[in-house]
């Protein structure tokens, strides 16, 4: 990939600054590590805004049936290059103009995309419709002031400004990661009681609704 359209997007192994060991790639990993202890094989997992490809692949080793969304032509291409997956299907799309049926998967992870988007809360209720009714999101943004060096970012959000889209959406609240005060990770569903146990086992092969 090109390395003067990488600045901000974290590509293991080609950017600098996000190599083996780097803080910023720790972060990431945990991140999506922290969300697949929310998905059960089977599940079908959104990853919006998928960047290069690398958490689609670990929510795909976990057993996920994963569909990995990005507007960027370039990223779509590397990943599915470097991160092939049986279980993994590659759309390059602007989430505004992705539009799948209603309700479609039972997990939605968004990671670092919010700040990003010029109508977050526009975004989050788009997501809300793609998520089942006792689905789960798992979404995380930097809570600290970015814009000021960061030029992509086109919103800055805090603790409570971040939790707000959510509640304001209808979403519940289910539990929360932070990490290094610098990024917060909120687990959210439509439902107060989310569908969190194992995928049930059908001898017929098909899975349930």
Partial sequence: MDSTHIIERLIPGVNRR?????AALRQHLLRYRFATAYVREGDRVLDAGCGSGYGAYILAQAGAQVVGVDRSEEAIA????????????????????????????DRIVCFELIEHVERPNALILSLFDMLKEAGVMICSVPVIPTRHFD???????????????????????LDRLVQEDTYLTLVVSKSRNPDLEPMPIDVLGDRSS
Avoid: K, M
């Fill in 18 to 22: 996000f190599g083996e060991g780097s």
């Fill in 78 to 105: 590397y990943a599915r290059t470097t991160y092939r997956h049986d279980n993994i299907t590659w759309i390059r799309s602007h989430l505004h103009d992705y539009q799948p049926p209603a309700r479609s998967f």
């Fill in 151 to 173: 030029c992509y970012h086109r919103h800055d959000f805090d603790a409570h400004s971040f939790a707000a889209i959510f509640v304001s959406s209808g979403f519940v609240i």
